[in-house]
């Protein structure tokens, strides 16, 4: 089974600043995926960023950055230089990287709300 | 990157009519497509894995009776919601896996039912 646990229901971040969206997990799979995902009034959901396991390097992209601590198993999302067009629900994901029944399933954290004041 | 459409966008029927909604991968094939609902303010619950060519595997507590889901090419799935109910007002959305071996997947924009 697995979990994503997304700690902060909401978060305020100043125009231009960084933030950071903690995002923890749970899994009993020996490989798997991390993802983001934003999703804006409107409902759609856009994909972000994405971390394999077993990627040596945090994954970067743009603005948007992954800080993946293993051992912790945390998968922090980091946007530098936050923009008015950022404030969006902000959702962690994983899966586990394996094939068969259920794979490529996605579970999905509780969500952030960010909101960036000017 | 991939595109994924769904019709209707917005869509609001009376109790015990049936609703279809369609997911469209616009720009690749999508071997694997999921459904997803949403209820305001919480998270994206899975509902079911749809598979070209074979019956959708269903999640734990979802009707399969209820919420018919086809799979009929690479490009197309569509959920039947029979016998709406109000309690099955939601978002529904859908997403599709990019190929064989892609890692991501791409959502559809949703589709917001009301049931009177």
């Known amino acids: 089974a697995q979990k994503i646990t997304q700690t902060q229901p909401g978060m305020f971040v100043q125009e231009k600043e960084a933030v950071t969206l903690d995002c923890t997990y749970d899994?009993?799979?020996?490989?798997?995926?991390l993802f983001w995902y934003k999703q804006p009034s409107s409902g759609e959901m856009i994909f972000l960023i994405y971390?394999?396991?077993?990627?040596?390097q945090n994954a970067t992209e743009g603005r948007y950055s992954l800080n993946f601590q293993k051992a912790r198993k945390s998968a922090n999302l980091v946007i530098s230089a936050s923009q008015l067009g950022d404030s969006a629900m902000y959702f962690c994901a994983m899966r586990g990287l394996y094939s068969g029944a259920g794979s490529y399933q996605l579970t999905f954290g509780k969500g952030t709300k960010l909101s960036v004041i000017p | 990157g991939a595109v994924v459409s769904q019709h209707p966008s917005r869509v609001i029927c009376k109790s015990g009519t049936s609703v279809k909604i369609e997911c469209r991968s616009l720009d690749f094939q999508a071997t694997t497509m999921f459904w997803y609902r949403q209820f305001p303010k919480q998270s994206l619950m899975l509902m079911a894995t749809?598979?070209?060519?074979?019956?959708?595997?269903?999640e734990q507590g979802v009707e399969k009776d209820k919420f018919l889901i086809n799979h009929a090419s690479l490009t197309l799935s569509t959920l039947t919601v029979t016998s709406a109910h109000p309690e099955d007002s939601s978002f529904y959305i859908c997403?599709?896996?990019?190929?064989?071996?892609?890692?991501?997947?791409?959502f559809g924009p949703g589709t917001r039912l009301l049931v009177l």
């Open positions: 749809s598979n070209e060519g074979s019956k959708a595997t269903y």
């Open positions: 971390q394999g396991s077993y990627d040596q």
């Open positions: 899994t009993s799979d020996p490989s798997y995926g």
């Open positions: 997403s599709a896996r990019v190929g064989a071996g892609g890692e991501t997947q791409y």
